[in-house]
C-alpha cells in the first residue's frame, strides 16, 4: 500500500472546474488534461501557509524555488542547469508561443508533430508565421523524411517538439531526439521544447531533455516544463523555461516582457512544495497511473475489438483510434451521444487525428472501469 488514497473520487462539479462542467450531468467527463486526485498534500499545506499569511501580493522567483528546480532537473535528469538559465512563467501554453516570438524571423515557417496538442497548431497563426506539419507515422515515431522537408521550409523557424508526446503518449528515445536535433540544427532552426508531461513515465523510462544532448543543441533549445500535470496543480499557472543560451535568454526575456514575465504567487509556492516534498506521492502515483493504463489496454483489447490503441509510454493521456468502428467520421460525438463518455475529438489534433479519441485516464480506477463499462456497452 502506497499511503495515498487514489481510489477517492473529489466532487468537482461544484468546484468551478473546466472538466466536469463542460457536459450534461450524465456524461462522465475523461477528456481534458486534468487529472481527478488531490493534490499532495505538503503542496496543500504549503498553500494554506500562505494564504493565512493574509497578503498575496506580486510574486518573485525566490532562490529557494531556483534552487528546487535545479535540484529536481540533476536528480530525474542528469541536467546540470545554471540558475541564470531558469524563468518563471504563467503557463507553457504561453512559453511556447512567445517563444515562437522570440525564435522566429517574420513569416518564417514553425514546425508541429501532427497530431498534437491543439494550442501547438495555433501558435504559428497567433504571430503570423506559417504552421509546417511533419506529422508522425502510424506507430508514434518521427517520419524524418517529413520532418526534414518542412525544416527545410522553416528558414529562421523553429520546432515545437513535444515529448513526451500529447497525445499519443510516445517518449521519445535517444536516439530518435538525436536525428530530430540534429535535422534541427542542420536546418538552423530552434528547438522549443514542451516536455510538461516528462515526470509520469512508465516501465522505468527516464526523461532525457533534448538540451541535453550536446551544448549545440543546448544553445538552440528552448525548454518548458512544470509542476502542473505531474503534481495535478494546472490551474495555478506556474511553469518553468530552461534557456542556456544567454543571447537566446535575452531574446525570450524581451518577448515575454510585461506579458507573461510573472506566475501565480500561489503557483510559485505550490511548485518549490511539489519538488521538495512530493517525490512519494509522484513514485505511487505513477505506480497507480500505469496500473490504469494497462487496465485500458486490456479492456480494449477485449471489449472494444477493432479498436486501436498503442501503449502510453508517458503522460496520463490514451489515443484510440476508432477507424474500423461505425463511429469513425466522429467517433467523440458518437460516444458522447450513445456511451455518455465525453473524449478529445482526434480531428482537434491535426488531419491525422481523423477517427481517434483521446482519453484521459488520470482518474479513480472505478471511474475509468464506468468509461469502459459504457463504451463497452454503446458498442455491443
Same mark, same amino acid.
Given at each position: 500500500?502506497?499511503g495515498?488514497? !487514489?481510489d ?6 461544484a468546484s ?6 463542460r457536459?450534461a ?8 488534461? $486534468?487529472? $481527478?486526485f488531490?493534490?499532495?498534500?505538503p503542496v496543500?499545506?504549503?498553500i494554506?501557509?500562505?494564504?493565512a499569511?493574509g497578503?498575496l501580493? #506580486?510574486?518573485?522567483?525566490?532562490a529557494?524555488l531556483?534552487?528546487?528546480? @535545479?535540484a529536481?532537473?540533476e536528480r530525474?535528469y ?5 540558475? /541564470? ?6 503557463g ?8 515562437i516570438r522570440?525564435?522566429?524571423?517574420? %513569416?518564417?515557417?514553425?514546425?508541429? @508533430? &501532427?497530431?498534437? #496538442? ?9 504571430? $503570423? ?7 508522425? &507515422?502510424p506507430?508514434? *515515431? ?7 522537408g518542412a ?9 515545437l517538439?513535444c515529448?513526451p508526446h500529447?497525445?499519443? =503518449?510516445?517518449? !521519445? ?7 530530430i536535433?540534429e ?6 532552426? &530552434? ?7 516528462c515526470d ?6 527516464r526523461?532525457i531533455?533534448?538540451?541535453t ?5 543546448a544553445?538552440?533549445?528552448? &525548454?518548458?516544463m512544470?509542476?502542473?500535470k505531474t !503534481?495535478n ?7 518553468w ?11 525570450f526575456?524581451?518577448a515575454?516582457?510585461s ?9 510559485l ?8 516534498? %512530493?517525490e ?14 494497462d487496465?485500458?489496454?486490456?479492456r480494449?483489447? /477485449?471489449?472494444?475489438? %477493432?479498436v ?6 508517458? *503522460? !496520463?493521456l490514451?489515443w484510440?483510434?476508432?477507424?474500423a468502428k461505425?463511429a ?11 456511451a ?6 482526434? @480531428?482537434?489534433f491535426?488531419?491525422? %487525428?481523423? =477517427?481517434?479519441v483521446r482519453?484521459?485516464?488520470g ?15 454503446a458498442?455491443?
Open positions: 500500500m502506497s495515498f488514497d !487514489f477517492a473520487l473529489p466532487d468537482r462539479r468551478g472546474c473546466n472538466k466536469w462542467n457536459y450531468a450524465d456524461v462522465l467527463p475523461m477528456w481534458v488534461a $486534468d487529472m $481527478d488531490a493534490c499532495p498534500t496543500l499545506e504549503a494554506q501557509a500562505r494564504v499569511h497578503v501580493g #506580486y510574486g518573485v522567483n525566490q529557494p531556483r534552487a528546487a528546480i @535545479q529536481w532537473c530525474l542528469g541536467w546540470r542547469v545554471e540558475a /541564470e538559465a531558469i524563468l518563471l512563467l504563467p507553457v501554453v504561453p512559453g511556447f508561443n512567445l517563444a522570440a525564435a522566429c524571423a517574420p %513569416g518564417a515557417g514553425v514546425v508541429v @508533430q &501532427t497530431p498534437v #496538442y491543439p494550442p501547438m497548431l495555433k501558435a504559428p497563426l497567433n504571430w $503570423d508565421m506559417r504552421r509546417l506539419d511533419a506529422p508522425l &507515422t506507430d508514434a *515515431t518521427q517520419d524524418m523524411d517529413a520532418l526534414r525544416l527545410a521550409e522553416a528558414r529562421g523557424g523553429a520546432f517538439l515529448n500529447n497525445p499519443t =503518449g510516445r517518449v !521519445f528515445r535517444r536516439e530518435e531526439l538525436a536525428a536535433a535535422a534541427c540544427l542542420a536546418a538552423g532552426v &530552434t528547438i522549443i521544447s514542451d516536455e510538461i508531461h509520469l513515465l512508465f516501465d522505468g523510462r526523461h531533455p533534448v538540451a544532448l550536446s551544448p549545440e543543441v544553445a538552440r533549445s528552448i &525548454t518548458l512544470s509542476a502542473g !503534481f496543480i494546472a490551474g495555478l499557472n506556474a511553469c523555461a530552461i534557456i542556456p543560451d544567454a543571447g537566446l535568454r535575452a531574446r526575456q524581451r515575454i516582457a506579458v507573461a514575465d510573472h506566475a501565480n504567487i500561489l503557483g509556492v505550490a511548485t518549490e512544495a511539489a519538488l521538495t516534498h %512530493g512519494p506521492w509522484r513514485l505511487a502515483l505513477l505506480d497507480y497511473l500505469q496500473a490504469n493504463r487496465l485500458l489496454l486490456r480494449v483489447a /477485449e471489449d472494444l475489438p %477493432g486501436r490503441l498503442r501503449a502510453p509510454e508517458g *503522460t !496520463f490514451a484510440l483510434d476508432f477507424r461505425p469513425a467520421a466522429d467517433p467523440a460525438a458518437w460516444i458522447e451521444a450513445r455518455r463518455v465525453g473524449l478529445n475529438p482526434g @480531428q482537434d491535426g488531419p491525422p %487525428g481523423a =477517427g481517434h482519453l484521459n485516464f482518474c479513480p480506477r472505478a471511474t475509468l472501469s464506468e468509461g469502459l463499462d459504457r463504451l463497452r456497452r458498442f455491443g
